[in-house]
C-alpha cells in the first residue's frame, strides 16, 4: 500500500496526517481553518485518496502557519508515499469547471520542484480566509513533494468557486500522475531516475 504519514509539531501548529495514494475519497480532517478543511475534503475526494488530517495552530494570529505546515506535511507524505516512482505515469492534468469559474491543474512527479499560478482571485478573503493562502499552500506543496505543479485560472467571478475548482483540480491531476501504468517498466524518465 502506497501510504505515509507524518507528525509536525512546532511553537505555531500540531499537526498528525496520513494519506493513502490508492484510496476511497475517505477523509477525515479536522483544523481549525475551516475554509481549508473544505478544500481538503474536496481534494481528497477527487483525488481518490485517504487522507487524516489532526492539525491546531496560532489561528489567533492568523491562518497562515496552519495552512502552510499542512502544505508541507501533505507534500512530504506524498512524496514518501510514492517510493521510487516505478511504473508511475507521473504526468498529470486536470480542467474543472465550478459554475462560472474554470481552473486547470498540471503536474509533473519530476523530483524538480517548481510551482507556477496564472491568475487572479476577485476577492482577498473567502469568510476570514485570506486568499493569498492558497498560493502559499500549493508552493509549499509542491516544495516538499519535489513536483512541477502549475495552476491556470482561466476566468472566474467568484473566489470560492474559482478556489474550489483549483483544489478539485489538484485532486484530479494527482491523481492522474500517481497511477500505476502497466505499461510502464521502471522509471517513466530517459534518464533512468527521477
Known sequence: MRKAERVRKTNETDITLSFIID???QADIQ???PFMTHMLDLFTKHGQFDLLIQANGDVEIDDHHTTEDIGICLGQVLLEALGDKEGIKRYGSSLVPMDEALAQVAVDLSNRPHFEFKGEFPSQKVGT???EL???FLWKLALEARMNLHVIV???KN????IEA????LGRALDEATMIDPRIKGIPSTKGML
Do not use: L, M, P
Not at 166 to 169: D, P, S
Open 159 to 162: 473566489t470560492h468557486h474559482i
Open 23 to 25: 484510496g476511497q475519497g
Open 129 to 131: 480566509f485570506d486568499t
Open 154 to 156: 482561466h476566468y472566474g
Open 134 to 136: 492558497v498560493n502559499e
Open 31 to 33: 483544523t481549525d481553518v
Open 166 to 169: 483549483i483544489f478539485k483540480a
